[in-house]
């Protein structure tokens, strides 16, 4: 994945996780019987660490981990690690995202 930058504020993003979007609507008569036939669209979810704006970029078509956690940066140590994680499990640091 290449490097990208905040069309905000211009700080680097960081990568959150690849999604598959599901296209298509609920309708009244037919229920979301509709979107078996729309598909979905494969997406990167970005994030700006400075202005918290979301960013979506096309997937490239590699086959990534669907069950990938999205990820942040240890402020102590570093290393990235499960945007849940309560404590960097390499350092022990706590998580100032929780």
Not at 34 to 50: H, K, R, S, T
Not at 56 to 76: H, N
Request: net charge negative.
């Amino acid at each position: 994945m290449t490097e990208k930058h905040c069309c905000s504020c211009g700080e680097a993003l960081h990568f959150l996780k690849r999604e598959y979007l599901q296209l298509g609507q609920a309708g009244w008569l037919l229920g979301s019987l509709p979107n078996l036939a729309a598909g979905g669209l494969d997406v990167e979810i970005w994030c700006c660490p400075a202005c918290g704006k979301l960013e979506f970029y096309r997937g490239d078509g590699e086959e990534e981990q669907e069950d990938r956690m999205a990820q942040t940066i240890c402020p102590a140590c570093g290393r990235s690690h499960d945007l849940d994680d309560p404590r960097c499990p390499f350092c022990g640091a706590a998580n100032p995202n929780l």
